[in-house]
């Protein structure tokens, strides 16, 4: 069972920025598409950003564009997020999710595998 771990979350002021892991163990995450979500209190969870399996294609949500940057290295088996010019409402949790049935150059529909969730907290 692919287990997902997301780590770098935290507290930042407006305008700071940080950096999102998302990792497994035993596990290659090389053939698998990846989504990063978030969910704030009272609120749906939200598709952030997604990158295909051969990290040729990326998608961002309009509220993250210019703001957020999806990577891979697959040599490490981690996904990263970067998250600049941070703003209160960009406070959530934020998941990644890992799907192995898109193709090398499409993000998945849907997601079979996620982690527990990291806290971004956007306050001065």
């Known amino acids: 069972q692919l287990q997902l771990v997301e780590s770098g979350g935290g507290l930042v002021q407006p305008g700071g920025s940080l950096r999102l892991s998302c990792g497994t163990s035993g596990f290659t995450l090389n053939y698998y598409g990846i989504g990063w979500f978030r969910q704030a209190p009272g609120k749906e969870r939200e598709r952030v950003s997604c990158?295909?399996?051969?990290?040729?294609?990326?998608d961002y949500a309009e509220s993250v564009k210019g703001r957020f940057t999806i990577s891979r290295d697959n040599t490490k088996n981690t996904v990263y997020l970067q998250l600049n010019n941070l703003k209160p409402e960009d406070t959530a949790v934020y998941y990644c999710?890992?799907?192995?049935?898109?193709?090398?150059?499409?993000?998945?529909?849907?997601?079979?595998?996620w982690g527990q969730g990291t806290q971004v907290t956007v306050s001065s």
């Open positions: 990158i295909s399996s051969s990290a040729g294609f990326t």
């Open positions: 999710a890992a799907d192995p049935r898109s193709g090398p150059y499409t993000c998945p529909y849907e997601y079979l595998y």
